[in-house]
């Protein structure tokens, strides 16, 4: 929906998602669009754990935002 | 050897060609379907006077739409006969204005199902059941009628598991959950006229069910007794994933008729249910259940980041119920023993049933 | 042995449509506004603005915005993601469960 609005995106999911994330983006119709993922699972995570995924993912994020 | 001519012979090899290639096509549910072809199409289609390409449900968010002739294609595979569409075309209909379906419950983690509840004389005219078994097999109607939804879900919607279905565990209602009610062992109006239809229209009431709960009160002709069995099992705290629930209530015959021989009504039923559904705090904060998040108003522990006081934090007991209305009763299953069930529903937390008509074709 | 008929595809996949392109992607980070999709999930904005942070301090992003998705079971609707696209350069989304 965002890449059609002409605004480069990413997305942040679990690994226990990708399979349906990638599903959902080939039925709208952008089999290519590009996700990140950290390991699951996140809803029970505190402070440091959060802090500690994130920074694994950092780079991820910029080379998708950046280059097609 | 009895009457082995009298069995018919069929083309083997072809017959099991055609139902393998379903399978490789992966246009099933994990068992046989009937083969369907145009002619047994047209055969679907001549039960209703709705157009084929007409939508019945869009799911806009995957790119897709159910329309009349789909799901005649997926009801005929499913071991419908012709009759049993326009019940099937009833359950889209009230699935439909139910509205959890478009908003993705089917793909949804929790795992849920459609269930299906049929009144009226529809019920008697394609054999539904609606007595013994009720939730069992062995019933054309309810078992394909059910089945007719789910398989519409995997092929026209594409909710395949592990694809767009991303649920935890599912419930074995993935298959298929079709029930009638037993409005002839009822002692109280049939739920379609509790809700005004007239008791010769035929509807369809779509649920959307979590797990059906299994009730043992054989014990007991006491009413209270009873309610205090079905109300202990409705607010038990691993079904709060929100900070009520809602439910639909089975009644066996023999249940029923205990509380109607003690002057309650369904309503009294409700409201003591609705009265008694609930949880001490303590034992709420023992679950890590006595807030809920500021965002999806989900149960969690009152020391996570995300907790706000849920609608009642400076009550001790806590309803699982936000209102009477949360809490359907119908009468199902055989007049033998002292059983009954809780569907255990997502939503309507209030409000009225979905409620559909079966269309009837006047020149019939 | 009576006419042969064809199996009917039960999926009705060949009305569906496509639009593969991707939007066009940014040349870099810096001073660009961003947009955060939260899906309402426990934890999801936490994740993401821990992120922006990282993003801030590390690739000096500019202006940060935190959007929030009216229900997580579905795609953010049409018009809400045109008022995105037009407030922000790039948009991070996620996160389940």
Not at chain 2, 79 to 99: D, I, M, Q, S
Not at chain 2, 147 to 166: H, V
Not at chain 2, 203 to 232: C, F, K, N, Y
Not at chain 2, 282 to 292: I, Y
Request: hydrophobic residues 45%; negative net charge.
């Amino acid at each position: 929906m965002l890449e059609r609005a002409g605004v480069p995106a990413v997305s942040i999911c679990t690994d226990a998602f990708v399979i349906p994330a990638k599903a959902m983006a080939d039925v709208l119709g952008h089999p290519e669009f590009q996700f990140v993922t950290i390991p699951h699972p996140i809803a029970s995570l505190g402070e440091a754990e959060i802090e500690t995924r994130v920074r694994e993912i950092v780079d991820d994020v910029v080379r998708i935002l950046t280059h097609a | 050897m009895t009457a082995a001519a009298e069995l018919p012979l069929v083309d083997i090899d072809e017959l099991r060609r055609v139902i393998e290639d379903y399978f490789e096509r992966g246009w099933t549910d994990g068992l046989p379907v009937m083969p369907v072809t145009e002619s047994i199409l047209a055969e679907f289609l001549s039960q209703t006077a709705r157009d084929p390409d007409e939508v019945l449900l869009a799911m806009p968010h995957l790119n897709r739409a159910c329309t009349v002739r789909l799901a005649a294609i997926n009801a005929a595979m499913a071991g419908c006969r012709p009759e049993y569409f326009p019940v099937v075309l009833a359950a889209w209909t009230a699935l439909k204005a139910e509205n959890y379906v478009t908003r993705g419950i089917w793909q949804s983690t929790t795992g849920t199902a459609p269930m299906l509840l049929v009144n009226g004389p529809v019920r008697e005219q394609i054999g539904l059941n609606s007595k013994g078994n009720v939730f069992g097999s062995g019933f054309r109607a309810n078992a394909t009628i059910g089945r007719a939804i789910r398989l519409t879900a995997l092929n026209a919607f594409g909710l395949r598991p592990g694809e767009l279905d991303q649920a935890t565990q599912g419930n074995p209602a993935k298959y298929t959950a079709c029930i009638a009610e037993n409005e002839e062992d009822s002692p109280w109006p049939a739920f379609h006229v509790e809700h005004g239809f007239r008791a010769e229209d035929s509807t369809v009431t779509a649920l959307t069910m979590r797990s059906v709960a299994h009730i043992e009160a054989r014990h007991t002709t006491v009413p209270e007794q009873l309610a205090i069995d079905l109300a202990g099992t409705i607010s038990r705290t691993g079904a709060l994933i929100h900070e009520t629930i809602s439910a639909c209530i089975a009644l066996g015959p023999e249940h029923a008729h205990l509380l109607a021989r003690a002057g309650w009504s369904k309503d009294d039923l409700r409201r003591f249910v609705f009265e008694h559904a609930v949880n001490m705090r303590e034992a709420l904060a023992a679950a890590g259940k006595d807030a809920v998040s500021g965002k999806t108003r989900w149960r969690l522990s009152s020391g996570h980041a995300e907790a706000v006081p849920d609608s009642t934090p400076d009550a001790d007991v806590v309803r699982a119920l936000g209102c009477e209305e949360a809490v359907q009763i119908v009468v199902a299953g055989a007049h033998n023993a002292g059983v009954s069930a809780v569907i255990e529903t997502f939503g309507p937390r209030g409000g009225p049933p979905a409620i559909a008509a079966v269309e009837r074709l006047s020149a019939r | 042995m009576s006419h042969r008929e064809a199996i009917l595809d039960p999926t009705g996949q060949s009305e569906r449509g496509r639009d593969p392109t991707l939007a066009a992607r940014v040349p870099g980070l810096s001073g660009i506004r961003l947009g955060l999709l939260d899906n309402t999930k426990a934890n999801a904005a936490r994740v993401l603005e821990t992120l922006a942070d990282q993003l801030r301090a590390q690739h000096h992003v500019g202006e940060v915005s935190t959007y929030t998705k009216s229900y997580f079971g579905t795609p953010v609707e049409e018009d809400r993601a045109q008022e995105i696209a037009q407030s922000c350069d790039a948009v991070i989304a996620g996160v389940g469960d």
